[in-house]
């Protein structure tokens, strides 16, 4: 069973900066394309980004486009999520995802195998 841990969630002011880490238990060369959700309260789970191969092969929601970037250390088994300009509205439990879904990076919810357990993002206006 592939393990995701998140970390780097936090309090930060809007217009602030953080920078989340999704650490898995085996190569995340193996692991195809990975990607981060969020959920807010009483919203839906909703796509954040992902990355397939490399930095050329990356997906984002509108409303963070320009904002977050994703990226993948393979070599330390790592996912990151850089978080600038943050919002209030960006507030909300973000998720690791992978597995599942081959090199081919996809918004679809249900379509990612394994899942961390989330880090709180705290925006504060």
């Known amino acids: 069973q592939v393990q995701l841990v998140e970390s780097g969630g936090g309090l930060v002011q809007a217009g602030g900066s953080l920078r989340l880490s999704c650490a898995a238990s085996?190569?995340?060369?193996?692991?195809?394309?990975v990607a981060w959700f969020r959920q807010a309260p009483g919203k839906e789970r909703e796509f954040v980004a992902a990355?397939?191969?490399?930095?050329?092969?990356?997906g984002y929601a509108d409303s963070v486009r320009g904002r977050f970037t994703i990226s993948r250390d393979n070599a330390k088994n790592t996912v990151n999520l850089q978080m600038n300009s943050l919002k209030p509205d960006d507030t909300a439990v973000y998720y690791c995802?992978?597995?599942?879904?081959?090199?081919?990076?996809?918004?679809?919810?249900?379509?990612?195998?394994?899942w961390g357990q989330g880090t709180q993002v705290t925006v504060s206006s």
């Open positions: 085996e190569r995340t060369i193996t692991l195809g394309a």
């Open positions: 995802a992978a597995g599942g879904v081959g090199w081919t990076i996809t918004a679809a919810r249900g379509a990612y195998a394994y």
């Open positions: 990355i397939g191969w490399n930095a050329g092969d990356t």
